[in-house]
């Protein structure tokens, strides 16, 4: 099982930028994205389950990143835009073979299996 995430770069404050993980070995049945910004604790960003419904999202990226889920490719996306000099992290894909719900959901603990990580620099 192997969660390789890809996509990140340096951005201008005001960007976009698209991050993909693509999940190898199985389907989960919980997927989402996590960020640590230099100094500080790894943070819950956004998150789906295969079962659909809601999306979950952190209050500091509502509205400015979107989480998406290509099941035939076995691959989930974050959209990022509007994107903020506090954005810079390195951003982790996480997986979980179970459905999870809230407040689970956004629980790092919960997930047990996680990508390699790719960095987001926003720097003028």
């Known amino acids: 099982v192997q969660l390789q995430a890809s996509g990140g770069g340096l951005v201008q404050p005001g960007g976009s930028l698209r991050l993909s993980c693509v999940a190898s070995?199985?389907?989960?049945?919980?997927m989402g994205w996590f960020r640590q910004a230099p100094g500080k604790e790894r943070e819950f960003v956004a998150a789906s389950r295969w079962s659909g419904g809601t999306k979950f999202y952190a209050d500091s990226v509502k509205w400015r990143f979107t989480f998406s889920w290509d099941k035939a490719k076995n691959t989930v996306y974050l959209d990022l835009s509007s994107l903020k000099l506090e954005d810079t992290a390195v951003y982790y894909c996480?997986?979980?073979?179970?459905?999870?719900?809230?407040?689970?959901?956004?629980?790092?603990?919960?997930?047990?299996?996680w990508g390699q990580g790719t960095q987001l620099t926003v720097s003028s």
């Open positions: 996480a997986a979980d073979e179970g459905t999870k719900i809230a407040p689970s959901i956004r629980t790092e603990s919960q997930f047990n299996y």
């Open positions: 070995g199985r389907t989960f049945g919980t």
